[in-house]
């Protein structure tokens, strides 16, 4: 199924924060573990800031963007479905408390404890929220000098095509350098959100690699220690994270 014959006006994201959100997961307090860490020592090393960041595929997670506030002027959250649009822009203004919890395992490193005094007053001035599809990016090159995107390239499609377009759309709407991460269901055979059922494409490490590598100088690819345990369906949970390449091809690989 292509990622333009789903109905993703019918995704429930209140459905889809209960099962997924309401307290951190195991695989969750991994990732945030590491792109903390990730993004906190990218921003103290270099010096640099406030930059533009992007999530691509927001859906109903603020974590992402949660990682980025504490370095940046703007956070876009970049969604394309209407029900999900709706669920971020209630969230600007005044974000629900379980999200406490994510922003509270964010604050062990201490870059971000020392940083933002009032989360939710930063996340309310530098948070927008953009309805777009994945695709459309591409006009928007080198635009966000941070970025990240979880799991969205490979749960939006069966398609392999869309599925490494998506990756390329999101790396080329980095700045060259911008530090990223993006977290991938590994073997997904497809989720519920409420009562619709959403496709998804099967990848597995070398995939995501593969997806990466023709737009990064340096960058991981960590396959989580936790188990698959948030439904059934896949296999685990990949994580990949670096920075924009400085020379990217201008012509599309896709």
Request: aromatic letters at 14%; hydrophobic letters at 40%; one cysteine or more.
């Amino acid at each position: 199924m292509k990622n333009a014959d789903v109905a993703w006006s019918a995704f429930d994201p209140i459905a889809y924060v209960d099962h997924n959100y309401r307290g951190i997961q195991p695989e969750d307090a991994e990732i945030l573990h590491l792109i903390r860490d990730h993004f906190g020592d990218h921003f103290r090393k270099r010096g640099v800031g406030p930059v533009s960041g992007i999530d691509v595929g927001a859906g109903a997670n603020l974590y992402p963007a949660l990682s980025m506030i504490q370095w940046c002027d703007e956070v876009t959250l970049f969604e394309r479905s209407s029900a999900n649009v709706a669920y971020l822009e209630g969230q600007v203004d005044f974000y629900d408390p379980n999200w406490d919890r994510y922003w509270d395992a964010l604050c062990r490193n201490d870059v971000y404890d020392s940083g933002v005094v009032d989360p939710r007053e930063q996340f309310r001035k530098v948070v927008k929220v953009e309805q777009g599809c994945i695709f459309e990016l591409g006009r928007f090159d080198g635009r966000w000098s941070a970025g990240t995107m979880f799991f969205v390239a490979e749960s939006m499609t069966t398609s392999r095509q869309e599925f490494s377009l998506g990756v390329e759309c999101f790396m080329r709407a980095l700045a060259p350098g911008a530090p990223f991460a993006a977290g991938f269901m590994e073997h997904s055979r497809g989720y519920h959100a409420g009562r619709h059922f959403f496709p998804a494409c099967d990848v597995g490490e070398s995939d995501v690699r593969e997806s990466l590598e023709p737009f990064v100088d340096d960058f991981m690819v960590y396959r989580l220690k936790s188990a698959a345990s948030l439904r059934d369906g896949y296999s685990g949970m990949l994580l990949a994270w670096g920075w924009r390449g400085e020379s990217v091809d201008k012509a599309w690989s896709v």
